[in-house]
C-alpha cells in the first residue's frame, strides 16, 4: 500500500481508467493522441502522468504486446 490505497482498490481504480479510455476511443473514432490532446493541458497533471506512463515504455510494452501475438 504505497499511498495507503488497498490493492483490491487500486486494482479496480486502474480497470475503470484503462475501461474509459477504451470507451472513449471507441465512442469518439478518435486516435488515442487526439484524445490526450483534448484532456491534457500544457505542464498540467494529466499529462506529466502520460509522460511518465511513456517514459517507463507502457506505449512500447503495448506495441510489443501486439507484435508478439501477430508473429
Known amino acids: 500500500m ?3 490505497v488497498p ?3 487500486a486494482y479496480a481504480l486502474v480497470a475503470q481508467m484503462v475501461k474509459g479510455s477504451i470507451v472513449l476511443v471507441l465512442k469518439t473514432r478518435e486516435q488515442p493522441g487526439v484524445l490526450k490532446d483534448a484532456v491534457c493541458l500544457p505542464g498540467g497533471t ?6 511518465s506512463l511513456e517514459a ?3 506505449r512500447a510494452g503495448c506495441i510489443h504486446s501486439i507484435d508478439t501475438i501477430l508473429e
Open 46 to 51: 494529466t499529462i506529466r502522468r502520460v509522460c
Open 7 to 9: 490493492r483490491a482498490q
Open 56 to 58: 517507463d515504455g507502457f
Open 2 to 4: 504505497k499511498y495507503g
